[in-house]
């Protein structure tokens, strides 16, 4: 399990939460311990997977550290606005909710503009037309203190990844995720980054969100089983390195379609979670 | 510690059996991957055997799942079962099993089966059947192996003296928390307790385990940090071990 899991966030650049924690539920560990203990190997799979995507110059640090302020900034706000909404009741109901949606959007998106993309590059006339520049294009060329970022090759406002940051943070914390999913179009997309670095400054930002997730929740609700931690860590840190190299044989555009299919996937089962009805109309408290 | 009710009014009345528990102390150590406990002893030739085996009472909260705007099925609040056992374990006979399947009215009086768990639980919700809520708490349970009714378990021999020998091995779940665990075995004639005995089982964590449970809760973030820590220098090791490709 830890291996299979491992491969896949060195490929995609996703902390595999989404994965591991209902299958360590399948065979019987309580949410809270799975949850917990989950975030604690993802921190042993994502340093593997920045250490070999670093080697491959996957890794933009700048941006990666720029995401995280504010992705701590938004997660904070995030985990406030929960509280409240969980006062107002129906927070499950608008995290659900929120979560197909969002997931719907981005998977649907993504394969359908990998798809074109990847027809693009089979047909062997392609004419250079200069491209027109988009109003997004411009209106980021014109927000102040522009920084070049070398390994994807841009030059941005240092403002818009902080402020996608808080975006992602907010989310990932109403969601109760780690935000793999969401940041990795997010960069795609917003931040124009190339798919290779992208995988590479995920998990280095994954990294840090996860240590912060195991110290909370050994700190406050002693859920941590380093034991459990430990044995998936074997697995997924040699995942990680294998998924590193699969992930830069595989071409960007082959890299999306396979995440938006996976994303689509978790979508389709999230949502029919919503539609049938449970085999059991109880669940503990802490679970995802 | 506060274990289930059930039998207090037939404890003196009923004539005390010789029954046998090996081992009585379950150890777990890091490869602890569930338990089997022998239990063996005599009863009257015309009786029959229950053994129930129970953990300390506990108080649990509870996501309610139920139907919002008519098709999405959600978290719709928060339930509390309180007073319920950690562990509730049947190994009845056939012939019991046939009974408690049965579900007569006289059986329900003995309040052995989990008729008698509900009977003592407080269900903290206002307007639901309780009862329905807490067969999905029993299904609940069962998933985790905490709970259940296992079969074929118990085994006859002729005895002597109007007796017979039974055994009956116990396979304890591997998510078995540590506490003390009481085992309790009936003789049942005609749907009335003919006998009766208690023993007492302690599952304890030992090694590594009970250091790093009494670590975790004593010393939270330390505990947090040198666990992020392992797993860094775990992914550290793997990578090192990888180097293969470089930097470009």
Not at chain 1, 13 to 16: D, I, L, T
Not at chain 1, 190 to 193: F, G, S, T, V
Not at chain 2, 111 to 114: A, K, P, Q, S, Y
């Given at each position: 399990m830890g291996g299979f899991v491992g491969l896949l966030s060195g490929i995609f650049?996703?902390?595999?939460g989404f994965l591991m924690t209902p299958l360590l539920i399948m065979i019987g560990i309580p949410p809270t311990v799975a949850a917990a203990s989950d975030s604690n190997q993802i921190v042993g799979a994502s340093t593997s997977g920045t250490l070999a995507h670093y080697r491959l110059g996957n890794v933009e640090f700048k941006m990666g550290i720029l995401l995280l302020i504010g992705g701590v900034a938004g997660g904070t706000v995030g985990v406030q606005f929960i509280k409240i909404l969980r006062h107002m009741g129906n927070a499950d109901f608008l995290i659900q909710i929120t979560y197909v949606i969002m997931l719907g959007f981005v998977g649907i998106y993504m394969f359908v503009e990998s798809l074109q993309g990847l027809r693009v590059s089979k047909s062997t006339e392609v004419v250079a037309v200069p491209k027109k520049e988009s109003k997004y294009a411009m209106i980021l060329k014109k927000l102040p203190w522009q920084t070049n970022f070398e390994k994807s090759g841009t030059e941005l406002s240092i403002v818009l990844p902080l402020v996608l940051g808080v975006f992602v943070g907010i989310l990932a914390a109403i969601m109760g995720v780690g935000g793999g999913f969401i940041m990795v179009p997010v960069m795609v997309y917003?931040?124009?980054?190339p798919m290779h670095v992208v995988v590479g400054t995920s998990l280095f930002q994954i990294l840090f969100t996860c240590i912060n997730v195991t110290i909370m929740q050994a700190n406050?609700?002693?859920?941590?089983d380093f034991v459990l931690a430990l044995i998936l860590l074997i697995g997924s840190t040699l995942g990680a390195q294998m998924g590193a190299k699969i992930s830069r044989r595989l071409k960007g555009e082959q890299l999306k379609i396979i995440l938006a299919s996976l994303v689509l996937i978790v979508m389709v089962k999230m949502l029919m979670g919503l539609l049938l009805k449970p085999e059991i109309l109880l669940a503990f408290v802490g679970g995802h | 510690m506060m274990f289930i009710c059930g039998q207090p009014e037939f404890v003196l009345a009923t004539a005390s059996l010789e029954v046998t528990v090996r081992p009585n102390q379950i150890l777990m150590g890091a490869l602890y991957n569930g338990a089997n406990i022998s239990v063996m002893g005599d009863v009257p030739a015309d009786s029959e055997v229950l053994i129930r085996l129970t953990g300390h009472l506990e108080d649990y909260k509870l996501k309610k799942k139920g139907r919002a705007m008519g098709v999405l099925w959600m978290n719709l609040g928060i339930v509390e079962i309180q007073k319920v056992p950690s562990l509730f374990l049947l190994y009845p006979s056939k012939a019991v099993n046939d009974s408690l399947q049965a579900g007569r009215q006289s059986w329900q009086d003995l309040?052995?089966?989990?008729e008698a768990v509900l009977k003592q639980a407080n269900i903290v919700l206002d307007s639901e059947d309780k009862s329905a809520l807490f067969e999905e708490f029993v299904k609940l349970e069962k998933k985790s192996g905490l709970y259940g009714t296992i079969k074929n378990t118990i085994h006859y021999k002729e005895g002597k003296g109007g007796m017979k020998s039974f055994s009956c091995t116990l396979a304890l779940p591997s998510g078995l928390p540590q506490g003390v665990y009481k085992l309790d075995v009936f003789a049942i004639k005609d749907d009335a307790i003919a006998g009766y005995t208690s023993k007492e089982i302690e599952a304890k964590k030992v090694g590594m385990p009970a250091f790093i449970t009494s670590f975790a809760f004593n010393h939270g973030t330390l505990y947090g940090v040198l666990a992020v820590l392992v797993a860094i220098i775990a992914g550290l090791v793997t990578g090192v071990i990888f180097k293969g490709e470089k930097a470009h």
């Open positions: 650049g996703v902390g595999g917003l931040l124009r980054m406050t609700n002693h859920t941590v | 309040g052995l089966g989990f």
